[in-house]
């Protein structure tokens, strides 16, 4: 399996609340991420979300689509997400936030392995390829996030491996 690590910050000016809620309700992701294809949740977690698994179906600007599943394994309310994932896609998610003035710091870690077959065989030239791909997914993201929330462009989506 081919080894992944991204490292996404975005700046959104709108509270920290109001961006937390909205990146935690996943399964309304595909309304504001045009990446983001389906979101199921496959089961209930307990009162907090913590042991929630959703299913998401993303696609970028290359021509296939992942599938992953994503168990949370952390919640904190508003400052905390994180998650294991399992499927096409497998590793941890974290996505943290700050509140910087009246903008919100999102800052999204992504470790992940590729499962499929031919993404490990095409990974030592194509990962640039694939770490370009998770880049446009991001940004969209990101814009779409803004969109959603009504509110103005901060600074520019910041990729780092």
Partial sequence: MADYRFLTVWRINAPIDRVFT?????????????????????????????????????????????????????????RLLEGAATGELEGTGLWTFEAVGDTTSVRYEWNVKTTRWWM??????????????????????????????????VDDLRSQR
């Fill in 22 to 78: 909205t990146i935690v309700d996943a399964p309304d992701w595909p309304l504001w991420w045009s990446s983001v294809r389906k979101v199921e949740v496959l089961a209930a977690g307990d009162e907090g979300g913590i042991g929630t698994i959703c299913r998401y179906t993303f696609r970028g600007w290359l021509p296939y689509s992942l599938v992953f599943d994503v168990r949370a394994t952390r919640i904190e309310v508003p």
């Fill in 120 to 153: 490990n065989l095409a990974a030592p030239i194509a990962r640039l390829v694939f770490t370009w791909n998770h880049d446009y997914v991001m940004e969209r993201g990101r814009r779409g996030l803004q969109r959603y929330l009504l509110v103005q462009h």
